[in-house]
């Protein structure tokens, strides 16, 4: 069964601290994204990827950068996290035409 | 600018009734639709995948639709159970690789 994996279900961490999220697919997607979900805002695209070493801003990059180092693998970096950055992180993966696999999520808290 | 928009925001029916999801977009220059459901506090199920050339997929007790030229799709549940309840999410994709979600809808199920 294909799979995307966020390494973290639940992460609490401090103001100004640097936090990576990271997400790993097994079905050798080109594409791979990263949103985040509030209640009443519905789903913000963060960061997508469409190769190795590519990456495009989405909606709301701010605060946010990713890295792309290997095809399977796209991290989610928070430089220095805020209060605000509390949210819900959804990873998903694709083939150019073809539908979004999601992972589990990551509730991430800053305290 | 593609939107997407589901009514109702919410739906509450009794356990065995048949019910319609609707999902409206306003950009009929799309590649495919896709259909999720949402478990609370989980990441994001893909239940059917509609492509351009295709008009409805079915699984299970599950159809979905899709008329481009008026920019609808429509999810149909079958004799609905209360393992039904979820937020049920519609996405498009038209033009660029990312999907735009509409808002969802809350399904409640009563037994």
Known sequence: DVKVTQSSR?????????VFLECVQDMDHENMFWYRQDPGLGLRLIYFSYDVKMKEKGDIPEGYSVSREKKERFSLILES????????????????D?????????RLTVV | KQEV???????????GENLVLNCSFTDSA???LQWFRQDPGKGLTSLLLIQSSQREQTSGRLNASLDKSSGRSTLY????????????????I??????????????????
């Open chain 1, 10 to 18: 639940y992460l609490v961490k401090r103001t100004g601290e640097k």
């Open chain 1, 98 to 106: 073809y539908g979004y696999t999601f992972g589990s999520g990551t």
């Open chain 2, 94 to 111: 038209s033009g660029t690789y990312k999907y735009i979600f509409g808002t969802g809808t809350r399904l409640k199920v009563l037994a």
């Open chain 2, 5 to 15: 928009t589901q009514i109702p925001a919410a739906l509450s029916v009794p356990e």
């Open chain 2, 30 to 32: 799309i590649y495919n």
């Open chain 1, 81 to 96: 996290a805020s209060t605000n950055q509390t949210s819900m992180y959804l990873c998903a993966s694709s083939r150019t």
């Open chain 2, 77 to 92: 549940i079958a004799a609905s159970q209360p393992g039904d309840s979820a937020t049920y999410l519609c996405a498009v």
